[in-house]
């Protein structure tokens, strides 16, 4: 059972940083994509970052490109994302998600498993 668990979220200003975390377990395969979504309030779900489980592919949307970093640990077992420069914009539901295979989109119906998500609220 592939379980993924999101940690990180909070309140910050403007300009702030925040790091997000995934423990992912459950997964037993070397070939995997790895990805941050997030949902704000009234919008659609919409795909951040992806990484593959041997640090290749990275990928990210424009909307965060320059600010946000996505790394994992795999002895740790553990995605993270590393948002620098927040704006306002960036308040949402982030969740952590993945696939079998390499990454190759980052639209949410390649995806079959998702964490609970963590909030994250950025004030001006």
């Known amino acids: 059972q592939v379980r993924l668990v999101e940690s990180g979220g909070g309140s910050v200003q403007a300009g702030g940083s925040l790091r997000l975390s995934c423990e992912v377990s459950?997964?037993?395969?070397?070939?995997?994509?790895m990805a941050w979504f997030r949902q704000a309030i009234g919008k659609e779900r919409e795909g951040v970052a992806s990484i593959n489980r041997d640090g290749s592919g990275t990928s990210y949307a424009d909307s965060v490109k320059g600010r946000v970093t996505i790394s994992q640990d795999n002895a740790k077992n553990t995605l993270y994302l590393q948002m620098n420069s927040l704006k306002p914009e960036d308040s949402a539901m982030y969740y952590c998600?993945?696939?079998?295979?390499?990454?190759?989109?980052?639209?949410?119906?390649?995806?079959?498993?998702w964490g609970q998500g963590t909030r994250v609220t950025v004030s001006s």
């Open positions: 998600a993945a696939h079998w295979g390499y990454c190759y989109t980052l639209e949410r119906y390649a995806f079959d498993y």
């Open positions: 459950g997964y037993s395969a070397s070939r995997y994509c």
